[in-house]
């Protein structure tokens, strides 16, 4: 026996609205007396239920308090849900040590120039240029010249939101 597919009535052959989710709601499974043939019925549902709301945040860098994490490395810090962005001004010379986070990171410098090594490649990002940086693999950065970067983190760095970034807060060499 071919399986038969049909419409309610009134149903549309359109996608549901990006409100709703098809929900497989029920299976029924009939077997014929004497079990050499079984048929399985599965109903689908669509129902209108509300998502969650995307609620739009917006950040003004100038209400966020800078913070100073040695001589040579200033940031500020806005995260919500899964990502977080860092805006950094570090002093030319920094070096950030070699490190590792279980974060998938990307820097976008817009002034200055970092020096990342990854894996022994070298690799200076400069003025409208970006890296992404694998999570869990281990990195260094120096500041070339100085420099105006944001790094963007997914999942948002919980040692960046605590404090916990002892590496970072070390005295400048």
Known sequence: MRPVCGRLP??????????????KFLTVALKKIGGRRSYQVVIYFTIN?????????????????????????VRKLAWDGKIMIGLTLVEQGYVVPLH???????????SGKWRFTIDGQITDVGPNEMIT?????????????????????????EDWINGADAYLRKPAN
Do not use: C
């Open 49 to 73: 239920r509300p998502q969650k709301e995307a609620n739009m945040k917006h950040i003004k860098w100038d209400e966020i308090p800078a913070e100073r994490l040695n001589d040579k490395f």
């Open 100 to 110: 590792a986070h279980d974060n998938e990171q990307v820097t976008f410098v817009t």
């Open 10 to 23: 009134g149903e549309s052959d359109q996608p549901a609205p990006r409100n709703t989710e098809t929900v």
């Open 133 to 157: 940086i694998p999570a869990n693999v281990a990195h260094t950065a120096e500041a070339v010249e100085t420099l105006v970067a944001y790094d963007i983190f997914t999942p948002p760095r």
